[in-house]
């Protein structure tokens, strides 16, 4: 077979966890948003929890980028993750605009549970002792989650709310899909060198990722 028809093991692990994978990224507050009947209170709670997220996640973000320049022993990773921290920048501006379109005052909102939660696993995925085949491949998830769930939001028949349209465009556009096929081979790349013990721990790094995202939209249902 050729290389690029072989099914990677981000591939193999998404399919022994789909059940699991479809409930990150087809969880009710997406559908919710694709048909239209989602609740504009969730929303806003989602806004200002996921302000806050990625504030956190900007670090982590810098984090993977410096192991990128110093571990990766190709150069193309440093774009690739670069191109992510640049357009992390330009979605904290979307995020504050979002904000006062929506009346939401960042400054008041306070990280629940989920998310403190999520920003510990974050930090703990910062330490030097875990591998750097590791970190890709939350990084991927953590991207691709985002993709997956607002793609479905703008596909064939949505009734998304136009004033949503432009929260869904931010992660379901096509460069946004590009930028993640990036980094899942990047991850990929990484994982067919990867000892045993990483691959265990990267296949339980992408399940933990899923289900911190299951929570993280489960605080939407708050509302508050
Ligand atoms: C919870 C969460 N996961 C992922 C992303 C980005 O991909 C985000 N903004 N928030």
Not at 8 to 18: A, L, M, S, Y
Not at 103 to 128: C, I
Not at 204 to 222: Q, T
Request: hydrophobic fraction near 40%; glycine fraction near 8%; aromatic fraction near 12%.
């Amino acid at each position: 077979m050729e290389k690029s028809e072989k099914k990677g093991v981000i591939d193999t692990w998404i399919d022994k966890h789909r059940s699991l994978y479809a409930a990150a990224t087809r969880h009710d507050f997406v559908v919710s948003i694709r048909d239209g009947s989602v609740d504009l209170s969730s929303f806003k709670t989602w806004l200002g929890q996921d302000y806050l997220f990625v504030r956190g996640f900007v670090p982590f973000v810098a984090n993977v980028l410096i192991r990128a320049g110093k571990e990766s022993g190709e150069t193309s990773d440093m774009e690739v993750v670069l191109g992510g921290l640049a357009s992390l920048n330009d979605e904290i501006e979307w995020f504050k605009s979002e904000g006062s379109k929506w009346g939401v005052d960042f400054s008041t909102v306070v990280a629940q549970k989920a998310n403190q939660e999520y920003s510990r696993f974050l930090e703990a995925l910062m330490s030097s002792e875990v591998e750097y085949s590791v970190v890709m491949t939350a990084f991927w998830a953590i991207e691709a989650v985002y993709q997956e769930s607002f793609a479905h939001c703008l596909g064939d028949g949505n009734k998304t709310p136009a004033e949503l349209i432009g929260a869904c465009n931010r992660w379901g556009n096509d460069g946004f899909r590009q930028y993640c096929l990036s980094v899942k081979n990047i991850a990929e790349r990484c994982l067919e060198n990867a000892s045993r013990e990483a691959l265990v721990e990267a296949e339980d790094v992408l399940v933990r990722v899923l289900e911190h995202e299951v929570a993280f939209w489960e605080m939407s249902r708050g509302g508050q």
